[in-house]
């Protein structure tokens, strides 16, 4: 049983179980800023647009990406290169093409919400 902090100690509990669910959800605090920095990948409409199209089209490379998005592909290359390095793209080399797709199940999920 989790016991909560001294700080709470003042809060009504309801249903003693579910308050240690919950602390325990919270325990790892690395995890849930690493969560919250996935989904302020997706809180910018022009990386969502990118990451909407590379989801239905699949590996797809930076000028096809610029066609279909209707951005230049400065933008898209600069886009695809920090959502690379926030590693929620990969790369796929195809001769002298590079396409880039999802790297990660979850992103693809959350892309799938109404």
């Known amino acids: 049983m989790h016991l909560l902090p001294a700080e709470r100690s003042g809060h009504r509990v309801i ?3 579910r308050v240690c ?3 325990a ?6 995890a849930i800023q690493a969560r919250a920095r996935r989904f302020a990948v997706l809180g910018d409409p022009t990386r969502l647009m990118i990451l909407t ?5 699949g590996p797809i ?4 990406l610029a ?3 209707g951005l230049n592909d400065t933008t898209v290359s600069q886009t695809l290169r920090y959502l690379r390095a926030s590693q929620i793209v990969a790369t796929e080399r195809d001769g002298r093409v590079i396409r880039y797709r999802l790297a990660s199940d979850p992103v693809a999920a959350l ?3 109404p």
């Open 67 to 69: 066609a279909a998005t």
């Open 15 to 17: 249903d003693g179980e």
């Open 61 to 64: 490379s930076v000028s096809d």
């Open 25 to 30: 959800a919270l325990d790892d605090r690395e």
């Open 53 to 57: 199209c590379i989801k239905a089209a």
């Open 111 to 113: 892309l799938t919400c």
């Open 21 to 23: 669910q919950a602390v």
